[in-house]
Structures are given as C-alpha cells and as structure tokens.
C-alpha cells in the first residue's frame, strides 16, 4: 500500500512535468510493442510492459502531429484494455481494473466519419479530442469514429499528419461527416519512388503524386488517360490515324523528347517512352495499357534527376511508380466496381458530298470529258448517264456508317481481402470487355491475382501472383479510309439484298480501255476472316522484409514475368484484297500470317536502409542495394498464300510460302546489373540534402564501355520553418528545390553494339553453307546521358485556400545513338555511333484554390489550373542524318508524296514542319506561286527550297478544371487545351486540292476555287491534275480546346438508405470522355479508326 502511494506521488510530479512535451506519429495496423518504441524515441521515456499484455494487444493505427504525449498515449490505448502510468523517466503498462457494467444515463455517443476532402475517401488514423476534456478516439480504416460525451453536442479539435487541424460542433444522430483539407506538399506525406521512400519535405526533386480516386474522378477507361487528364507534362500522342481504336497502345513522352524518332525500326519500344515501374519491379507498357485501374493506390510521375537517379540507365525519359492496394487487416471484406460504356463514333469533321454533288463536280473536273478521241467520249457519256440515273433513282449510299457503331462495353473488378496482423490475404479478379466503334472489333482482358503477406516478428513476405488472358480482334469491316472514298451513287448490295463484292469499275483520267473493279469494303465482313492478337501472361512477385533494428531493414524481391504471344490474319481467296490479282496468280489467292514468340523478365533486387534522427534536428536517411534482370525473347513469323476457301482457315491449308518470302524468325537477350547508393539529409526540417548514385551495366552497349555512372545531387530550403517565417500567417507552406544530375535509357536493340551475321541457305559450296554480316558492331559504342537541370517551388497559402507549384527544367541528352555513314566499300552505308545532341528547355505551373471550404454544411468548391511549355532544339547530328534528309527530298520529287517528310537539321526542333513557302495562288493562272530560299518566286516546287514553316509542339499546353463537393455529390470536371503549334492540314490536300475526284472527297472542294483570270482564292483550278507538294499553304496554326472528362458521383455514406443495407460503401458515378472538342483546325481525324466520345456509368460498393 505504501509502494503505491509512493508510484502515484511520483508518477502524478512527473505527468506535470513531462506529459505536456509534444510528439508526432504515423503507424498504421502496427504493433504497440513497435508504437511505444517510436515515442520513446522521441521523448526518451522507457516503456515497461508484460510482454503478455504486448502479445495480445490490438494493432494501433494513429496519426497525430505535435500533440501531448499524454494525449497520444490516450489515442494508442484507446481500443486496449490498458492503462498507463509515469514513473520517474519511465511509463509503466498495466491492465485495466474491471469495469461495473454501468455508465452515466446522460452518457451520448456521437459518431461521425472523417474523409479526405480532395478525394472523398475514408481517412483512418485521424485524432478527435473533445475540446477541454480527455475525451478522444481515433477514426478506423473506414473513417468511423465514436466519442463520448455527457451532452447531445461537443466542441472536437480534429487533426492529422498532412492535413489542416479542425475545430468544430459535433450533434449525437446527426451524419457529422468531416472533411479534412491536405497541406500541400506536407513534411510528412511521403514520396514513393519505387526503390526508396521519403518524405516530401526531405525530398528534393520533382515528382507528381495522385490517388486512386484522382485517377477515377479523371476517367475510368485506363490509367494512361486518366494520367493525361491529370499532368500536361504527362504527353500521349494523339493518332489522326487510329483514332480511338481499342488495341492501340498509346505513344507517351514526360516532358518532350529526348531522342529522334524511330527512323529505322531500331528501338524496342517508342524512343521516348518512360519507364514503369509497378511494386518495385518494371512492367512493360501493354501490362500498365491493360491493368485495372480499381487495383491502383497511387501513382507517382517523376520527372528530374534527383527523382529518378536511382533507376540510372533506365530513367531519362522519366519514371511512372505505380503502387497497387495492400490488404487490410480485419474480418474478410469484399469490394465490387462496375463499370458500363457506351462509346459513340465522333465523325463531325466528316463533310463528304452526297450523290447529286459528287456527279456534278466530277462532271466539272473533266472526268467524263475526252474532246479528242470520240471512242472514249462515249464510253464516258454512257458511264456518266448511267450514275446519273442512279442518282434520279433516289441512290445515296451512307458508306461511313456502314463499319459503325454505338458500342457497348463492361467491366467487373472483384476484391477479397482480409487477415489479421500476422497474415493478410487478397485476390482479384477482374473482366475488361472493351468494344470499339468499328463493327466486331475489341480488346477482352482477363485478370486474376493473389496476394498473400505474412509477418513473423521483424520478418514480412510478401507475393503476389497474377495471371492476365488478352485478345485484341481488329474489325473485319477494314479500314474505315476505304468506306470514305466510297461514292455515294454506289450501291452496296445488288437486286436480291446480297452484298456486292465490286461495286463498280474505275477507268483513268480520259481513258475507258482499262477498267479496274471498285471493291465493295463492306463484303469481307460476309468472310470468315481472322485478324486478332492474343497473349498470357503470368506473373509473380516475391518480397522479403527484414526490420533488423528500428532504425536498419534488408529489403529483397524477386520477379518473374513470362507471356506468350500469337497474332493471326486470314484473309480467303474471295477477300478483296485479291479482286485485281491476274490470271497468272489465281492460285495466290488468299493468305494468311502466323506470328507467335515469348517474352521472359527475370529481375531481382536487394536495398538496405537506414534512417535515424541525432540530436532532434539531424535527419538521415541512406540506401544502398543492387538490382538486375535478365530478358530475353523471340519471335517465329511465316505467310502462306493460296486459301481457295474461306472455311480452309488453317495455315496447313495454304498452297505455299508468299511469294519470294520464307518463314522468319528472330530473337534478343539482354542482362543489366545495377549498384546504387542514396544519402539525404535534413537539419531541423529546414535544409536538405539529397546525392544519389548508381553504376550500370549492360549488355546493349559495347565491350568496352559496358559499364556507366549515374549521379544526381539536390538541395531543399523549407522557408516557412524558419522562425522568422512562422510569424507569416499567410504562407501556411513554402518550400524551395534545386538538382541536376544525369541519366541514362537504354530503349534499344539487343545486339546494336555487336557485329551480327546470317547464313546463306539458298546456296552451297562443297556441301557448305557460307555467312554474310547484317549489321556492323561497335565495341566503344556508350552510354545515352541525359543531364537535367530542374528548379523548383512548392508553395500554399491562406491555410491551405491556395496551392502552387512551380519548375523550370533544362535537359541535354548527350552521346545520342544515331547513324554514321561510313564508305560503301565496307559493306555497310552506316554504324552506329554516339553523335547526337538534343535540348529539352521549359517550365511547369500548377495552381488548386479553394473559393468555399465549408465543413460544417458539407460544401467545397475548388478550381484548378495547369501550364506547360517545352523547347526542343537539335543542338548536332551526324552526317547519316543529313544523308537521311537527302534521301527524303528525292523520294518525295519521286514518290509525289503530298506530306510534308521527317527532316532533320541542327539548331531547329524535332517537330518542325519543312515546306516551300508559298505566295498563294496567282489570280491570273490559277497557279500556285512559291518563294525560293533566295528570296525569288517561281512556279516550280523544288524541294531544296523547303523551309521550316511550323513546328508541331504547341507554345503552351494545359489543363484547367474544377471540383465541386456538396454533402454526398462531387462533381469533377477536367478541359485540356494547347495552342501556338501549327499542323500541316492534310485533309485540305488530299480531300480537297490534290482530290482523286474518282472517288468521293470533302465538300469543300467546291469552296475557294480558282475558275477564270482575276479569281482571288486559296486552291488552284478544280481541273488541275498536278499534284500539290508540301507547301506552307496548308500550315495552320493547331489551337484546341478539349473537355477531356465530366465525373458526377454520389456516394451513400452515412444516409439512412445505406444503413439499411447489408453495404458498408456505396458509390455511384457518371462519366462523359470527349464530350466536346473545339478546333482551330478543319480536318478529318481518325482516318483509319475514327475517334469516338464515352459515356460511363459506375458502381462501387463493398461489404
């Protein structure tokens, strides 16, 4: 008795003394063994506790910042049946005494739920005090929290790491839904890189973080689009080509290009394409095209140096880490996403002549005019009077609808997790059924995954194992370019209702003697053809944790990915495609490609990381590891040809290998080892320090330079923790950032830097067979590096009303892989070589301000903001590359292209445009006039007179939208815009100018036309059969604004229809993609595969 009287005398002195130092903590499901070792770490107090009581204690998730230890301790113990207790520098754990099963009546609990306010979503960990009591709790992973109070109301303080502290009303039955506002780029919210994680405030370089539900709220098609609607830095090439078709993977560029582009087929993937990263291991991009989005947490964009230094060889063109969901401790919960698609086909810059309009300029152009041979004048009197009695016959095909549809698409994502803190569990599975707006054309991708985590004292594994099914089936109806230059006046089905296989014949300009038959496009969707893609692909991911000590791990992981490919094209001997082929070749008739190959990824990695605070102000964190991969790959292709039936559609069936041609086959096999080191520093939260090495090495590069150094150094200033700064109540934060460093990529062939041969099996000498070279190695072949220079700022202000960030970036890419010519004599025309020089200048701004922030009635109303600017510059090039121009000029003058070529000259950007300059068309000839490089004018096009006139990189691009939140609605809208570029306008070309009026063409070919001497107009003569070469005409300024996504959701939390479910979440939500676009540009886009607008509806719901 007397010994407790003495403990509670001190423990009661040394609670007044000690309990009101503050600390800070963020643990999530952690033990409390592992809690009270972090707060002793802070306060220097000892814990003692019975291990038995540690043992079964419940796992703690806590999130508080700068707050009592007594207060903390509270929170930590709030679901134990424990006490705690000072004495001296120590703090003793007890149980709780039994409780009488009474409590006051006037005893009120008030629940409520704590969400994010920039996502909507639960934020578990958060610290609710009542104001002037010990009352507190703690929100749980679904945000929900309990606090008692002796009133029907209660003043709560409610804070959390990363987020602006509350002070606010709670009502008992009443929803109370709070809303917590982050604090941009807090010390404490944590940046991911893949390899090593930091906190922001301690990380110096430039990187771009967005949840799971930014992500949702941009689009639910794929990761990529949403990643466009979210960053302007993040580029995806749109394809005037294919348009929106569904099996196109996407060409993507963080922050312009760093390297020319592919000229002649050498790179594995897009030059310019940045690295993935998924869990710590790299992921090709078709894995990222096809992965569900609802398995993503979050995913980090980085952009510098001192981000992706870590990656070394790998990162130039930038890093995008992606981390997927972790399972969550607890009874087994099962989530559900929907998703439902309708896509609609966008042909409003379609303006195609009808059948009365076609004839009659046809009829003007001259095609049934032949004065001077009265043999074909009647043969082009009686083709010309029998469309015209088709066209009085009320015919006027709508050939672009044909191929289209409003397509429907689905998909399902089904989620199990659960466990305890010793083992957790998860599986996945999920169904994307995507269907495009060309006729029979999709992409189905099937997923199924596992995840298993099982932790054993300071031991966690971790794998995860997924297998993906794809098929990508393109339309059998062809290319949507053939049903455009379809005449309207044309029938597509005969007398009986049967599609027509020609539809028509064609003769050329003043001749009927050798008529050609006109294909019905539409007949091949009546074949049995094959044009589909398939793959599988099984992947499994090992990790292994060691916690040697708190302030030391050993982290290890270990990856295999293996897919298996097939592509397949059978097109039978009635297909179109064979409806000229001669007599001679009858038997040829009918082909069909067979492609199939695999693809093996082995990689591994080991880091060690330390992390401990000296002296309360000193902050160190280091890593240092190795990780490599071995890849490997091949591919066996063959054609056949000669199906005569559409039901004989196996290559066994074919007549032989097409002609001149053999099968084929091919293969790669590359190994890369990495070294790397990481130090950063932070004194008192204010400055920071950041060096990072690596030291690669690789099998793609030559014998004598297999190795490279990789570096990047940066520095950080966090202002508003200066004292002087704290007294500013305007500048809630403000942080300054610099590096520079240098990277690598390595997005080429296998065997570049080695001399490669093949073997002669067509002929024998003496029963031998001989060898020629194919390629000419280079053994000093290096490295590509990329220096970057990035300055940066990270600012908010008017407690957190305001956000800005801001860098500038200056990148060099130096010992650029192009093409030297050597002397023919050698055998070869060109070897590789590091010659190449390309610039990278310009800056980035982002701006989120709050004009409503009102929690109490459930009401914020943000906008947003974006811009972004790149220069691209050549600073030098070989001379392969000014051989490559030469050859370009002449096979335009040869080619009669109509489309301005890839050129490339030192000193100007990549995307320049090269055409004549042109005066316009002179009034009294109808002739285009050209302006020479000497300042003189001419009529003849010479393509030594080609000029840069444009380039197609806009001068600014960007994003602005706005978010609006009320009570359970969020409405988030997003527009994408770019101007200051310009674009060679191809359509006023090819459709109008240099038309084929044999088939139908835009209806502005009537527009601007010259016809007689005196016409002022932009086109030449209509009867002008010359082709027009690249001119500056046709360059125009490419300014667009585009509203790239409209998310409505409506989430069910806390209503009283929810809590009559058997749901512990529901969530609805309404998408439209490409709603509207506004051109400065008239032009068809989506020539091949037209573009299409979406609109989505989606359920997520869990139980």
């Not at 929907?338 to 001259?366: C, H, V």
């Not at 202000?797 to 200056?810: E, I, P, V």
Request: aromatic share 12%; hydrophobic share 35%; glycine share 6%.
């Amino acid at each position: 008795m007397r010994l407790s009287a003495l403990l509670l005398l001190i423990s009661l002195h040394a609670a007044a003394a000690s309990f009101s130092q503050n600390v800070t903590i963020s643990v999530k499901e952690e033990k409390l063994g592992k809690v009270f070792t972090l707060l002793r770490k802070q306060t220097g107090f000892d814990f003692f506790c019975d291990a038995r009581l540690l043992r079964d204690a419940n796992p703690v998730t806590l999130t508080v910042s700068n707050r009592p230890l007594a207060e903390v301790l509270k929170l930590a113990l709030a679901n134990q049946s424990l006490n705690f207790t000072l004495v001296d520098n120590a703090i003793v754990i007890s149980p709780k005494p039994a409780q009488p099963n009474w409590q006051p009546s006037a005893w009120v609990s008030i629940t409520g739920r704590v969400l994010d306010a920039s996502t909507n979503t639960p934020l578990p960990g958060a610290s609710i005090v009542q104001k002037g009591t010990q009352n507190a709790s703690a929100s749980d992973q679904q945000g929900n929290f309990v606090v008692r109070s002796d009133k029907n109301e209660a003043t709560v303080v409610v804070s959390s790491i990363g987020y602006e502290t509350q002070e606010l009303t709670l009502r008992a039955n009443q929803p109370n839904i709070i809303r917590m506002v982050r604090k941009a780029a807090d010390m404490s919210e944590t940046v991911v890189t893949g390899i090593i994680a930091r906190k922001s405030g301690s990380f110096t370089g430039a990187a771009t973080t967005f949840t799971a539900q930014e992500l949702r709220q941009a689009g639910n098609r794929n990761l990529i689009q949403s990643l466009r609607a979210l960053d302007p830095s993040f580029q995806v090439a749109e394809s005037n080509l294919l348009g929106s078709n569904p099996n196109q993977l996407p060409d993507i560029q963080v922050r312009g290009a760093s390297n020319l582009p592919d000229l002649r087929g050498d790179y594995t993937g897009s030059p310019n394409l940045p690295l993935f990263i998924m869990d710590g291991f790299e992921v090709p991009l078709q894995r990222v095209f096809d992965l569900d989005m609802n398995r993503v947490e979050r995913i980090t964009i980085l952009k510098d140096a001192t981000a992706t230094a870590l990656y070394g060889s790998r990162s130039a063109n930038g890093v995008v880490v992606i981390q997927t969901k972790e399972p969550e401790a607890g009874k087994m919960r099962i989530s559900y996403t929907g998703d439902f698609t309708l896509e609609t086909p966008d042909l409003r810059e379609y303006n195609l002549l009808n059948a009365a309009q076609k004839l009659e300029i046809e009829k003007a152009a001259g095609l049934y005019s032949a004065p001077y041979n009265l043999t074909t004048q009647q043969g082009l009197d009686e083709l010309y009077n029998r469309r015209l009695a088709e066209v009085n016959r009320g015919v006027n095909t709508d050939w672009i609808s044909q191929p289209l549809q409003n397509s429907f698409g689905q998909r399902h994502y089904l989620y199990l997790e659960g466990g305890d803190r010793s083992l957790r569990y998860a599986m996945d599975l999920s169904a994307n059924l995507a269907n495009g707006v060309m006729k029979e054309s999709g992409r189905k991708t099937y997923t199924g995954g596992m995840m298993l985590s099982y932790r054993v004292k300071n031991l966690l594994f971790r794998n995860y194992l997924s297998v993906t099914q794809n098929k990508a089936t393109n339309s059998p109806y062809g290319d949507f370019t053939s049903y455009a230059r379809m005449n309207p006046y044309w029938r597509m089905k005969d007398a009986n209702g049967n599609i027509l296989q020609a539809v028509d014949s064609i003769s050329t300009f003043g001749s009927v003697n050798f008529p050609a038959l006109v294909a019905n496009p539409l007949y091949n969707s009546t074949l049995n053809t094959q044009d589909y893609s398939q793959y599988l692909q099984v992947n499994d991911n090992f990790s292994l944790e060691w916690l040697i000590s708190p302030d030391l791990k050993l982290r290890s992981n270990f990856s295999l990915q293996t897919q298996r490919n097939e592509f397949h094209i059978f097109k039978p001997a009635d297909h179109t495609d064979f409806l000229n082929y001669a007599e001679a070749d009858y038997l040829r008739k009918g082909s069909y490609t067979l492609q199939n190959g695999k693809t093996n990824l082995y990689e591994f990695s080991t880091y060690l990381d330390f992390n401990r605070t000296f002296g309360g102000r000193h902050l160190f964190y280091a890593t240092a590891g190795v990780n490599g991969s071995d890849q490997s790959g091949n591919t066996n292709t063959l054609v056949a040809e000669g199906f005569p039936s559409q039901n004989l559609d196996d290559p066994g069936y074919g007549g032989q290998y097409q002609q001149g041609g053999r099968p084929l086959s091919s293969d790669n096999k590359s190994r890369r080892i990495s070294f790397l080191s990481n130090i950063n520093y932070s004194y008192d939260n204010r400055y920071v320090a950041d060096l990072s090495v690596s030291t690669d090495g690789s099998s793609r590069f030559g014998s004598d330079n297999r190795f490279a150094p990789f570096w990047a150094v940066g520095a950080g200033w966090n202002i508003h923790n200066e004292a002087w700064a704290k007294s500013l109540r305007a500048i809630s934060y403000l942080k300054l950032r610099a590096s520079y460093g240098s990277t690598g990529t390595q997005n080429f062939p296998s065997y570049q830097a080695m001399t490669t041969y093949s073997y002669f099996t067509q002929t024998r000498y003496l029963n031998a067979i001989g060898a020629y070279l194919i390629s000419l190695g280079n053994s000093e072949l290096k490295w590509q590096q990329k220096n970057t220079l990035n300055i940066g700022a990270d600012i908010t202000l008017f407690r957190g009303k305001l956000s800005l960030t801001a860098n500038y970036y200056d990148d060099r890419t130096q010992n650029q892989l192009i093409d030297l010519s050597i002397p023919p004599s050698m055998g070869f025309v060109s070897y590789k070589e590091n010659l190449g020089e390309v610039s990278n200048k310009g800056y980035e701004l982002n701006a989120r301000y709050f004009l409503v922030r009102n929690n109490s009635s459930r009401f914020s109303w943000s906008v947003n903001a974006s811009v972004f600017h790149n220069s691209n510059k050549l600073l030098k090039i070989s001379n392969a590359l000014k051989a490559y121009n030469e050859q370009q000029n002449k096979d335009q003058v040869d080619n009669n292209s109509t489309s301005p070529t890839l050129l490339y000259q030192e000193g100007q950007s990549i995307t320049a445009i090269y055409t004549v300059r042109s005066l316009g068309i002179d009034p009294a000839t109808g002739r285009e006039v050209f302006l020479k490089r000497d300042g003189s004018k001419t009529f003849v096009w010479s393509a030594e007179d080609k000029v840069v006139t444009g380039d197609a990189t806009p001068e600014f691009q960007g994003l602005f939208g706005t978010n609006i939140m009320y009570q359970g609605f969020t409405l988030n809208v997003i527009f994408r815009y770019y101007f200051g570029g310009q674009l060679y306008n191809q359509t006023l070309v090819d459709r109008v100018e240099n038309a084929d009026i044999r088939y139908n063409v835009d209806n502005r070919v009537y527009e601007g036309r010259w016809r007689q001497p005196g016409d002022h107009t932009f086109f030449k003569n209509v009867a002008d059969r010359s082709v027009t070469l690249p001119s500056s005409r046709f360059v125009q300024d490419d300014n667009v604004l585009n509203c790239e996504s409209v998310n409505l959701q409506y989430d069910f939390a806390q209503t009283a229809f929810l809590r009559k479910l058997p749901l512990q979440t529901l969530r609805l939500n309404l998408y439209a993609n490409n709603p509207f676009r506004i051109s400065s540009v008239k032009q068809e886009r989506g020539l091949a595969y037209p573009f299409a607008q979406s609109y989505s509806f989606s359920i997520q719901t869990s139980f």
